[in-house]
Nanobody, 126 residues
Framework: QVQLVESGGGLVQAGGSLRLSCAAS????????IGWFRQAPGKEREFVAA????????YYANSVKGRFTISRDNAKNTVYLQMNSLKPEDTAVYYC???????????????????WGQGTQVTVSS
């Protein structure tokens, strides 16, 4: 069982930056793809970015491409989401999720992930 804990959320002005962290405990993140999802009030949870366990495969939603960067440090059992040029529409609860993918596959949909963190709030003011 993998436990995931997000941190780094907060309130930031439009154009600012935040760095989210997703720390794992219970077992190593090795062989796990990690995805970031977000859910704004009244909206469905949406995919943001994902990285395969080796780090060789990365994918971003079009809405964040060029502004967000996902990375991972397997030695620290942590995945990061660097968010730059934030917009008010980025306001949401951000969740990290882990999916066991020993063949280094990169899942892009929520049902393909097995473990979820509790979420961290990101609020971008205009």
């Amino acid at each position: 069982q993998v436990q995931l804990v997000e941190s780094g959320g907060g309130l930031v002005q439009a154009g600012g930056s935040l760095r989210l962290s997703c720390a794992a405990s219970g077992r190593t993140l090795s062989s796990h793809a990690i995805g970031w999802f977000r859910q704004a009030p009244g909206k469905e949870r949406e995919f943001v970015a994902a990285v395969s366990w080796s780090g060789s495969r990365i994918y971003y939603a079009n809405s964040v491409k060029g502004r967000f960067t996902i990375s991972r440090d397997n030695a620290k059992n942590t995945v990061y989401l660097q968010m730059n040029s934030l917009k008010p529409e980025d306001t949401a609860v951000y969740y990290c999720a882990g999916g066991y993918q020993p063949r280094d596959w990169l899942p892009l949909s929520a049902p393909e992930y097995n473990y979820w963190g509790q979420g961290t709030q990101v609020t971008v003011s205009s």
